[in-house]
């Protein structure tokens, strides 16, 4: 034990430092912060679990009522589902009918049953309009191994359900935990929900770092197995349906197994709107 000795120069230690020597210790706000965050981390990804849900979502098209602002929107979507936050590219004068077209893979923690979804308008020169939103819970049939192409609606500033419409093409497959890996940090977001509003952030709450998870690299097929579908069958169907982007079929035609006849069902019910 370091031993306190009085100098021309003030008092100096002699021997073993003591293990908080020149430590601050935190306060018990940082404390109970830092046993929140440990605590939520167990819980969205606790390592007892045996799989983990893996959603597609499809982010398709928008029919909104209003177009706001002097000139055409620049709308796109962001979807808030647990602590993770994704974003769809930005439809340049999409207006009322935007598109998008985008593939969003989403890692499911447990417990979570839904997701958050809010449009934006793009400003240039100001901060991003918050247009609609809705909250979707994940339909159950996908654990079926079902693929639901669905129109949900939307809210905003003209109401409950009166903001317009957004078509999403969802599919659910398991992933083993042991295939999951530790990526760069994300953002965790401390929000509260509103009825009416949506999230919006908790005041005098600081913004947290929490690493998310994300599907690890899966062993190479043995040499035996058969792929779902081949590049041929994909081919037919962008001639089939030349509107959509090739990474909607794909996404549509691995969710169907490789099941050509049913991916175009589900194709189908995807450009009755067109």
Known sequence: ???????????????ELPQDFLRVTPTQQQQQIQLDTQAAQQLQYGATMGTVGRLSITVVQGKLAKNYGMTRMDPYCRVRLGYAVYETPTAHNGAKNPRWNKVIQCTVPPG??????????????????????????????????????????????????????????MSYTSVPASMMMQPQPVVLMPTVYQQGVGYVPIAGVPTIYNPGMVPAGVPAPVANSQPLYNEEDLKSLQDMFPNLDKEVIRSVMEAQLGNKDTAINSLLQMTEEL
């Open 1 to 15: 034990m370091a031993t306190p000795i009085s100098t021309q120069r003030g008092q100096v230690y002699i021997g």
């Open 112 to 169: 979570v049953d839904s997701f958050y979804l809010e449009i934006f308008d793009e400003r240039a020169f100001s901060m991003d309009d918050r247009i609609a939103w809705t909250h979707i819970p994940i339909p159950e049939s996908l654990k079926e191994g079902k693929v639901v192409d669905e129109w949900y609606s939307l809210s905003g500033r003209q109401g409950d359900d009166k903001e317009g419409m957004i078509n999403l093409v």
